[in-house]
């Protein structure tokens, strides 16, 4: 596409967002990342004319600062009209054009940009931290993680589902994380819906629909195998654990974490903290006072087996869901050997009998044994389990915050929006939160408009799913199914290019 067609009177050049694809369609042969994020000294022979928001067309090279957050229209003697990209670091993939149709080539180094801090601290060492470290890591910001625990472990009797959205996600950090989860996972398993007695209702390759479709997979895990394989792509000199987080204070400088460790107590304090502490989380608390999460009147159990406990002929390789009068079971069989249930009952249905907590492994098995009694697959599954594997949980959710940050520190995935599993999207979602923050930190002007547009960029998502996450899937169109699952980080780059032409 010729630059004639986008001139004005005056002979300069303007770009609307909606040239955006076309151009980039049009003149480059390669581009991976469309975010201008500065750098010193870039090659502009053959420059004739940059733009730079709010000023008027200059003709002379354009310095660092003004290369930074803004878009620049080449024009080249003889050639079209190229947008000229770079990625927000030059550790990102393919920071940046690497071959225009007017041949303008550009070093790797120069698109190097200062984030807004240097230095960050992760109060939480699950899913969601672990996410967002290697995304803050990319980008060489030093993200330090502190867990409560002794380890970063757990997840034992749990499996995820990482799907089309969250796979992106972590593909745009490193796409050897993807990897290795899809390796350690299953990703062409096919999905069944059962009636009670055991009669098929329907039958779908939902994993390979998912990859044809959206591009990623979705990938069935054991939370513990995803776990490990995030934590492994964090440094080990960037873990801390047995740190137990239980304050936060502010001042102009930075945020303290206040820590206890073991006898001692230790304040650490940062440009930024993030508050990935889950849906109980100590730093929301200490930022906004005590929020209590929503019970969503119901209980679930659930446990990780042996595959080969279970011989029964509905069970193949793949996933299987049955639902019938409050009562509801989910089973995903062949993770590795592995079989994974969860049963769960509502308050409403059993006379709330589901509030009930059980006193002993051995009564959840009977409770569970009694109250699925009349369901073929359920009563194999469960006697086939031994009753010490069984985890029981209320389910909880929490309304998505009106403001997630306060100061120098600001929250992730649960701890800002815990949603309820009915879509699997809780580590989903922290995913993309560490993709966002993680982005805004390394092209905004300063920490305040990185963490606004961090937050505007992601609470509306946030909502949207945790509404329909308490929503029949009834009630959830392929409309919405479509903007779930093709989230792409690409997006924030496209955004920022829009919020600049604006």
Not at 46 to 57: A, L
Not at 172 to 186: H, N
Not at 440 to 463: F, K
Request: aromatic share 6%; charged share 25%; glycine share 8%.
């Amino acid at each position: 596409m010729h630059a004639s067609k986008y001139r004005t009177s005056d002979g300069h050049v303007k770009i609307q967002p909606s040239h955006f694809k076309n151009i980039i369609d049009t003149n480059c042969d390669q581009i991976s990342h469309s975010v201008l994020s500065g750098g010193p000294a870039w090659d502009l022979k053959g420059c004739t004319t940059f733009f730079v928001k709010g000023r008027k067309p200059s003709k002379r090279k354009p310095d660092r600062c003004e290369l930074s957050l803004c878009v620049v229209v080449m024009l080249c003697a003889g050639a079209s009209a190229s947008l000229v990209f770079a990625s927000s670091c030059c550790s990102s993939p393919r920071c940046l054009v690497n071959r225009c149709s007017n041949k303008t080539s550009m070093d790797d180094a120069a698109c190097c940009s200062k984030s807004v801090v240097d230095r960050v601290v992760i109060v939480g060492g699950g899913l969601g931290g672990l996410s967002a470290a290697i995304q803050l890591r990319k980008r060489g910001i030093d993200a330090q993680i502190y867990e409560k625990n002794e380890s970063i472990s757990g997840g034992e009797g749990t499996l995820i589902s990482l799907f089309p959205n969250g796979c992106r996600a972590l593909n745009d950090a490193d796409p050897s994380v993807v990897q290795k989860l899809r390796a350690a996972g299953v990703a062409n398993m096919k999905s069944s819906v059962l009636t009670p007695e055991g009669n098929k209702i329907g039958e779908w390759s939902l994993s390979r629909h998912m990859e044809e479709t959206y591009g990623q997979p979705m990938v069935a895990i054991l939370w513990r195998n995803a776990l490990n394989i995030l934590s492994e792509a964090v440094p080990k000199d960037c873990k801390h654990t047995n740190f137990e987080c239980y304050d936060i204070t502010q001042d102009e400088d930075g945020t303290c974490v206040h820590f206890k460790k073991e006898s001692e107590t230790i304040v650490i304090k940062a440009p930024l903290v993030i508050g990935a502490d889950g849906i109980h989380s100590v730093v929301r608390s200490s930022l906004f006072g005590p929020i209590k999460p929503r019970d969503n009147g119901r209980t679930m159990w659930r446990a990780v087996i042996e595959s080969n406990l279970c011989t029964h002929k509905l069970l193949d390789t793949g996933t299987i869901a049955t639902t019938a009068n409050g009562r509801t079971l989910f089973v995903v069989n062949g993770v590795h050997g592995k079989l994974y249930w969860a049963f769960s009952l509502t308050d409403e249905s059993s006379d709330g009998r589901a509030k009930l907590r059980s006193k002993s492994p051995l009564e959840m098995k009977e409770r569970l044994l009694e109250e699925f009694k009349d369901w073929e697959l359920a009563t194999h599954i469960l006697q086939a389990t031994d009753p010490n594997l069984i985890l029981e949980r209320r389910v909880l959710d929490m309304p998505v915050l009106h403001q997630w940050t306060k100061g120098n520190c600001t929250l992730l995935g649960d701890a800002a929006h815990a949603v309820t599993p009915a879509l699997g999207q809780g580590a989903n979602l922290a995913f993309e939160d560490g993709c966002e923050l993680a982005f805004q930190l390394s092209s905004s002007p300063d920490l305040r408009t990185a963490l606004g547009r961090y937050e505007d960029g992601r609470r509306a998502r946030a909502i949207r799913v945790a509404e329909q996450s308490q929503s029949s899937v009834g009630n959830r169109s392929q409309d919405f199914y479509d903007w779930l699952y093709t989230y792409n980080p690409s997006d924030l780059h496209e955004r920022m290019i829009s919020h600049h032409l604006s």
